[in-house]
C-alpha cells in the first residue's frame, strides 16, 4: 500500500474522481460538518472492523510518534479542531478560536466539562502543557509547530483561553495548532523521553478506549468510552483494527464481509469488488490530492517553460486514466495546484488557459517545441537550437506501485511521439525519494499533501525554504522551482486573515503556475475508501461527504463518530 499523505511532496494534477457534489447534509452546528445529525432514531451497538495493508504493528500508542505501524492513537486523543480537505472546520476540544493584535495572536476558547479518560478534569492548562512540551522536546515536534518559520513565541492560558503568540502574522500555522493531539499533564509531565515512550495504558479524551492488542495477528481492539463528552457519542460499542500484508487480503477480507472498511485501491472496482454484493460493496473516491509528472527544472531543456508545457500536452490524460483506473475519474482540467475539494480558489478567468495546458494535442506541442528552436530529425529524435540531439531521460517511478509504473510507461511512449527519449526507472523507494531530495533526478512520479488551503500546496510546492542545492536534501520543493512573486503572495497570504486578500494572492499565483508550468498534471490521489453494509451505515459518501482525508487511519476518530448500525 503507498502511504501517499504521510509525507509532504510537490505533485500536481488534472484529474476528477466519480468525487463529492456540492451538497448540503444535516450535521450538527455546535460542532461542525464533520458530525452529523443522523436524528433521533439511531440504532446503538455493534463493531466497526477495520482492516489495512500496514504489515506487521508496533506496540505503541504514544501519538506523537505514529506512524503507519503503530496503533491508532486518534481514537483516544483529540485536537483542538478537525480540518478537512476543503478547509470545513469542525470544534473539537476547541469551542471557537479568532486573531487578535493584527494576526499575531490566536486565541483558542477550550471545551469546558470535558474528562479525561481516568476521569481527572480537562483543562486548558492540559493544551498549555502540550504544546510546551512540544517546545521542550522538538523530536517529537512532528508537524514542526515550534520552527523558527513558524513564528511562535509562547502559549499561555487566561481563563478558558489558550493564547497562542507570534513574533509577526503567520496565518498558516493555524492547521498544525488545530490538529495537534491533547495529552494529559498529569500524565505526560512524568515521561521525560516521550520519544520513546510506548503508552501502552493510554488515558485520553477520545470517544474510545484501548482494550488490547493481539501481535500475532496485528489485530488491536477497542472499546466505547461511556463517559465521552460528545452527547450521543459513538453509537458503535467496539473498533477492531487489524493490518495485513497485501490489498489481496484486504480486498478478499471485505469480499467475504469479515471487514467492514479498508482504504486500498482495487483494480477495475466495479467487477473486482461492487459486483459481488451490488446492494452492500460500496467504495468511495473522492479525490483530495494530486500526483503530478515532476522535472528538474535545474536541468535543461527542463527550465524552459514552453518545453514544460509542450510535455504536458502531449500527454493523453484520458488514455492514462482509462489504462489505469478502468474509466473510475474522469479529467478535471485544471493545472494551477488547487485540488478539487478547494476549487472555489480557482479564478474563473484563467479557465481556458487552464484548459489548454491539459488538453492533449501532440500536433501543437511539436509546434511549440519548434517555436523555441526544438525540433524532429530524420530519426524522430528531438534536436535542441545547438543542433544537437538532446538525451534521453529517466522517469522515476517508485518499484510496486503498479498504477504509476504503467502510467509513466504510457507517458514514456507518449513523449516519444514528440521525439523525447525517456526511460522509465523503478527503485526503491529509499533511491527514489533520495533522488528527489538531492535533485538529481531528471523526471519522477511525485505526490503532494493537499492540506487545507491552497497555501500549502503552493508553499511546499514553490519556497525557496523548502528547496535547497543541487547535492543537499530539499524538505519538498524538489523541482527547485521558485519565483519572487510566488514568494510574495505566499507572504501576502499568510499575513492576513482578510479573504479577500487572500484570494487575489491565490489568483496571482495560479496566473504565474500556468505562465511557467512547474509540474504537470497527471494521476489522481484519491481517498480510496472501500466498504461494506450488511451490519453498518453511516460511511462518508458522495451524499454525506463529511469526511475528507488521506486515508481511514489519518484521523479515524471521524468515522467513528458516525458510522452506526443499519
Keep these: 500500500m503507498k502511504f501517499k499523505f504521510l509525507i509532504l511532496m510537490v505533485a500536481l494534477i488534472g484529474i476528477l474522481s466519480i468525487g463529492f457534489a456540492d451538497v448540503s ?121 515550534w520552527a523558527p518559520s513558524n513564528d511562535l513565541v509562547s502559549v499561555t492560558a487566561s ?54 492488542f493481539d501481535q500475532p495477528t496485528n489485530t488491536v481492539t477497542y472499546i466505547k468510552n461511556p463517559n465521552y463528552w460528545m452527547e450521543g457519542r459513538p453509537y458503535i460499542d467496539s473498533i477492531v483494527y487489524t493490518s495485513v500484508d497485501s490489498n ?55 527550465n524552459i517553460p514552453d518545453f514544460r508545457k509542450a510535455i504536458s500536452i502531449a500527454i493523453n490524460r484520458k488514455f492514462v486514466l482509462d489504462s489505469l483506473y478502468f474509466g473510475t475519474f474522469e479529467e478535471f482540467d485544471n493545472p494551477t495546484l488547487i485540488t478539487y475539494p478547494l476549487r472555489s480558489w480557482l479564478d474563473p478567468t484563467l479557465t481556458p488557459l487552464a484548459s489548454s ?46 498504477d504509476w509504473i504503467q502510467g509513466a510507461q504510457i507517458v514514456a511512449k507518449e513523449l516519444g511521439s514528440i521525439g523525447l527519449q525517456v526511460n522509465v526507472s523503478q527503485q526503491s523507494f529509499g533511491q527514489y525519494y533520495s533522488s528527489l ?31 535547497a542545492p543541487i547535492g543537499q536534501n530539499a524538505a519538498s520543493n524538489f523541482s527547485r522551482y521558485t519565483n519572487p512573486l510566488i514568494t510574495d503572495a505566499l507572504d501576502v497570504f499568510n499575513s492576513t486573515s482578510d479573504p479577500r486578500i487572500q484570494r487575489q494572492a491565490i489568483y496571482a499565483i495560479e496566473r504565474i503556475v500556468l505562465d511557467d508550468m512547474p509540474s504537470i498534471a497527471l494521476l489522481p490521489v484519491p481517498m480510496w475508501d472501500v466498504y461494506q453494509t450488511t451490519t453498518l451505515t453511516g460511511f462518508p459518501n458522495d451524499q454525506y461527504p463529511y469526511y475528507l482525508a488521506g486515508s481511514v487511519q489519518v484521523n479515524l476518530e471521524i468515522p467513528a463518530l458516525n458510522i452506526h448500525l443499519k
Design 25 to 145: 447534509y444535516p450535521y450538527l452546528t455546535q460542532y461542525g460538518p464533520a458530525i452529523v445529525n443522523w436524528g433521533s432514531n439511531v440504532k446503538y451497538g455493534g463493531t466497526l472492523k477495520i482492516i489495512l495493508a500496514y504489515g506487521p504493528l508496533q506496540y505503541s500508542l504514544n501519538p506523537f510518534t505514529g506512524s503507519g505501524s503503530t496503533l491508532p492513537t486518534n481514537l483516544i486523543y483529540e485536537s483542538l479542531f478537525y480540518i478537512d480537505m476543503s478547509g470545513k472546520i469542525t470544534n473539537f476540544l476547541g469551542t471557537s478560536y479568532k486573531w487578535m493584535n493584527n494576526n499575531t495572536e490566536l486565541d483558542v476558547t477550550i471545551r469546558q466539562g470535558v474528562k479525561w479518560s481516568d476521569g481527572v478534569p480537562f483543562t486548558p492548562q492540559d493544551v498549555v502543557f502540550t504544546f510546551n512540551y512540544l517546545k521542550a522536546n522538538p523530536a517529537i515536534d512532528l508537524n514542526g509547530i
Design 248 to 302: 489481496n487480503a484486504c480486498t478478499l477480507s471485505l469480499i467475504r464481509h469479515e471487514y467492514d472498511i479498508s482504504n486500498l485501491y482495487i483494480p477495475d472496482v466495479m467487477k473486482t469488488y461492487v459486483s459481488h454484493d451490488p446492494a452492500n460493496n460500496k467504495y468511495w473516491w473522492p479525490v483530495v490530492g494530486n500526483n503530478y509528472l515532476d522535472l528538474n527544472t535545474t536541468k535543461y531543456p527542463f
Design 159 to 212: 481563563g478558558d483561553t489558550v493564547i497562542f503568540k507570534l513574533s509577526k502574522p503567520n496565518m498558516s500555522i493555524f492547521q498544525y495548532i488545530a490538529g495537534e493531539p491533547i495529552v494529559p499533564e498529569h500524565i505526560w509531565a512524568n515521561i521525560s523521553d516521550p520519544s520513546k515512550y510506548t503508552n501502552q495504558n493510554p488515558v485520553g479524551t477520545g470517544p474510545f478506549l484501548f482494550k488490547s
Design 437 to 467: 531530495q538531492t535533485g538529481t533526478f531528471d523526471m519522477a512520479i511525485t505526490w503532494l499533501d493537499p492540506g487545507t488551503n491552497p497555501y500549502n500546496a503552493y508553499y511546499f510546492a514553490f519556497s525557496p525554504n523548502q528547496t
Design 357 to 402: 495546458l491539459v488538453e492533449y494535442n501532440p500536433q501543437k506541442a511539436q509546434e511549440l517545441l519548434a517555436s523555441i528552436g526544438f525540433k524532429k530529425n530524420d530519426q524522430g529524435l528531438l534536436v535542441g537550437p545547438d543542433g544537437k540531439v538532446l538525451p534521453s531521460f529517466t522517469l522515476n517511478v517508485v518499484s510496486g506501485w503498479t
